[in-house]
C-alpha cells in the first residue's frame, strides 16, 4: 500500500522562506515521478513543480527562480524549497505521487498525500 506524507507548511511574511518534505512508501518498484501540486480556495488543483522517474525536473511559470524541487532517492523522500514567497502562494500544497508517466497531470495521479496549508501574508 502506497503512502504519501507531507510536512514543513506554516505561515510566513511576503519574502519569506519555507521548505515542504514528502515521504513515500510502499512502491513495489522504484521507478515513480513524484510532484507538489497546490490548491487555493476557490481554484482548481494546480503542478507546482515534479521529478519524474527518469529525474525530469518540471516547474510552473509562477515559480520558476523561487522554488527549488529535489529528492532524496536513499530516504524516498521529495522536498521543495519555496523562497521569495508572494501571497498568491498561499494555498493547500499537497504531494503526488505515481508509478512512470502518472504525475503530469491531477487526473492521472493515483497517490496523494492530505496536503499542507502554506499561508503567505503581506
Known amino acids: 500500500q502506497v503512502q504519501v506524507v507531507e510536512s514543513g507548511g506554516g505561515s510566513v511574511q511576503a519574502g519569506g522562506s519555507l521548505r515542504l518534505s514528502c515521504a513515500v512508501s510502499g512502491f513495489t518498484y522504484s521507478s515513480y515521478c513524484m510532484a507538489w501540486f497546490r490548491q487555493a480556495p476557490g481554484k482548481e488543483r494546480e503542478e507546482v513543480a515534479g521529478i519524474d522517474e527518469d529525474d525530469t525536473i ?19 523522500t521529495l522536498y521543495l524549497q519555496m523562497n521569495s514567497l508572494k501571497p498568491e502562494d498561499t494555498a ?18 493515483p497517490y496523494w498525500g492530505r496536503g499542507t496549508q502554506v499561508t503567505v501574508s503581506s
Open 92 to 109: 493547500m500544497y499537497y504531494c503526488a505521487a505515481a508509478y512512470e508517466g502518472g504525475c503530469s497531470t491531477v487526473g492521472s495521479v
Open 58 to 76: 518540471t516547474y510552473a511559470d509562477s515559480v520558476k527562480g523561487r522554488f527549488t524541487v529535489s529528492k532524496d532517492n536513499a530516504k524516498n
